[in-house]
């Protein structure tokens, strides 16, 4: 069974910075693509960044030069570095993950973490 597990997250001041990670078990973690969602309250889930299985990453307009996101193959993990925060920034984050079965794709979610930046 597929399971992603969060931490990081919190409560921080506008400017500040915040790591997440994300580990995962249950697959074999190199072979796929890893992502980082949010959803504001009232909006929709919307893709943060993502990181290929060779490196390639991507990331949302609102989030570039500030987030990086870096993944560690050894130890099944993909991290989220986030500087600079805007109250903007504030939501629940998640890591995702698709893995395609011969059923067709399935996607996985962590847990979610609160991220709230305010003064």
């Known amino acids: 069974q597929v399971q992603l597990v969060e931490s990081g997250g919190g409560l921080v001041q506008p400017g500040g910075s915040l790591r997440f990670s994300c580990s995962a078990s249950g697959t074999i973690f190199r072979f796929y693509a890893m992502g980082w969602y949010r959803q504001a309250p009232g909006k929709q889930r919307e893709l943060v960044a993502d990181?290929?299985?060779?490196?390639?990453?991507n990331f949302v307009d609102s989030v570039k030069g500030r987030f990086t996101i870096s993944r560690d193959n050894a130890q099944n993990t993909v991290y989220l570095q986030m500087n600079s925060l805007h109250p903007e920034d504030t939501a629940v984050y998640y890591c995702?993950?698709?893995?395609?079965w011969g059923g067709g794709p399935v996607d996985y979610w962590g847990q979610g973490t609160q991220v709230t930046v305010s003064s």
């Open positions: 995702h993950t698709q893995i395609m």
């Open positions: 990181i290929a299985t060779g490196g390639l990453t």
